[in-house]
């Protein structure tokens, strides 16, 4: 059964595997997989370092800060795109389906953290404007738009030029992506929009308390406004005891966010980092090749095969058509 992932950072790798060398990063790290996994369609997000440190370990050239990573990281996935047309850019959910029929894979172009805009709120429109249909303001520090999951000192919640920014994006007509917010920046968020908001790749905080996991208030509230949740395979979202966590777990947290509030807003956001992480994937869906796996757990917590279907692609293309057509 097809599957659409509305997280991956695999524009992290390419990033990474080009700038040493390596050509045909898609075709040869990641296209098996998805193959494999019948992943048909997904959003890019580019992870931009919130400082230079944090992208030392990922780059030999002398970078000034985060807008000199973000272009260069740009520049090399689309000297990858370019080069080898192993995904097609899409812009719209009718795109998606369309590239999708025609047997290719589909990619969504996302932002996760606007440590890239240096503050300047109109690089949303140059985002807009070089393909980016998807924008999460933060990751987990904060920076001039928002506090992250994992604010400092206080959660300030969104600032003057977070409100005016995400207020832009909805204009402008991109998903706005709550999962790396602060709570105060997520109602934040909610107060300034009106239209549907994703999780992109989040599970439910009553399972798992962490930061990054939403409350049950969240949930509803995502519900309400027609969005999507994601469900994220990071053993540390499944369970608190996270090296007990498995597959079976992630759906225990797709089947509490059904029950609360409908199975149409649950969704895959699964944030496979196989290919760099250190640490070890939660066993039963290691990887894009585990997706199947992961639709199985589900059947075995009750969910019907027509939710089945909505969960993994369905109710994520729902939510994108509705935003971009
Ligand atoms: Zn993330």
């Not at 944090?54 to 272009?71: S, V």
């Not at 070089?130 to 001039?144: I, K, P, S, V």
């Not at 796996?293 to 993994?312: C, D, P, Q, T, Y």
Request: hydrophobic residues 40%; proline residues 3%; glycine residues 10%.
């Amino acid at each position: 059964m097809r599957v659409f992932d509305l997280h991956t950072d695999t524009m992290m790798d390419v990033s990474n595997k080009v700038g040493k060398g390596e050509t045909d990063v898609l075709g040869k790290h990641h296209m098996p997989d998805y193959k494999a996994g019948e992943v048909g369609g997904q959003i890019f997000a580019l992870w931009v370092p919130p400082t230079v440190e944090d992208g030392a370990e990922y780059f030999t050239e002398n970078l000034t800060g985060p807008q000199d990573i973000m272009m260069r990281m740009l520049a090399r996935n689309f000297r990858e795109f370019r080069d080898y047309h192993t995904v097609e850019l899409a812009y719209t959910g009718t795109d998606i389906e369309r590239i999708y029929d025609e047997g290719k894979s589909p990619v969504l172009l996302g932002i996760e953290g606007f440590y890239g805009f240096n503050g300047e709120p109109g690089m949303i429109d140059v985002m807009y404007n070089l393909g980016f249909r998807h924008g999460m303001m933060t990751w987990n520090n904060d920076n001039e738009f928002a506090s992250g999951a994992e604010f400092e000192g206080e959660d300030k919640g969104l600032t003057e030029l977070g409100v005016y920014t995400v207020k832009r994006m909805e204009e402008l007509g991109m998903l706005i992506d709550v999962s790396h917010l602060s709570f105060r920046s997520f109602w934040d968020v909610m107060d300034a929009t009106t239209g549907p908001v994703i999780a992109s790749h989040s599970n439910a905080w009553n399972l798992c308390h962490c930061a990054r996991n939403l409350k049950d208030d969240q949930i509803k509230a995502i519900a309400e406004r027609g969005g999507v949740i994601g469900m994220n395979t990071w053993k540390g979202f499944i369970m608190e005891d996270m090296e007990a966590a498995t597959e079976k777990d992630l759906a225990r947290h797709a089947r509490y966010i059904a029950d609360l509030v409908g199975p149409e807003y649950v969704a895959c956001g699964f944030d496979f980092c196989n290919y760099f992480s250190e640490e070890d994937p939660t066993p039963g869906i290691r990887s894009a090749a585990d997706a199947q796996n992961f639709l199985h757990a589900l059947r075995e917590v009750g969910f019907s095969e027509k939710e089945v279907e909505m969960i993994a692609w369905d109710n994520a293309l729902r939510v994108i058509k509705k935003v971009l057509g």
